[in-house]
């Protein structure tokens, strides 16, 4: 994660798990609230995702996201127990 963060113009790095969608850590560390809400926001999103990509092909799978605003790109790539969300400037 201190690699990723490393990264020009990323502004965090978290990881959540799946099965509960608890935050497990980030970098630079952020308070657990804003924390919460990045994985309220982003694990519905991932589900739905998920969902949509079996429905084209079941034999299919959803590896990441990128999603980009005017502001920020939020990259992610969810596994089998854990999910990692970068948050980095646009254009970077």
């Known amino acids: 994660m201190k690699r990723i963060a490393g ?4 502004e965090a790095v978290l990881v959540y798990t799946n099965s509960e969608e608890i935050p497990v850590r980030s970098q630079p560390v952020m308070e657990h609230m804003d924390m919460v809400h ?4 982003i694990a519905p999103l991932i589900k739905q995702v998920k969902a949509m990509v079996k429905s084209f092909d079941t034999s299919n799978d959803f590896t990441s996201l990128r999603l980009r605003t005017k502001k ?3 990259l992610v790539s969810p596994e089998k127990e854990y999910t990692m969300v970068v ?3 646009a254009g970077v």
């Not at 990264?7 to 990323?10: A, C, E, P, S």
């Not at 990045?38 to 926001?41: C, L, N, R, S």
Request: positive net charge; hydrophobic residues 30%; glycine residues 14%.
């Open 38 to 41: 990045y994985v309220g926001q």
């Open 7 to 10: 990264h020009k113009g990323v």
């Open 87 to 89: 948050v980095q400037k």
């Open 72 to 74: 920020n790109e939020i």
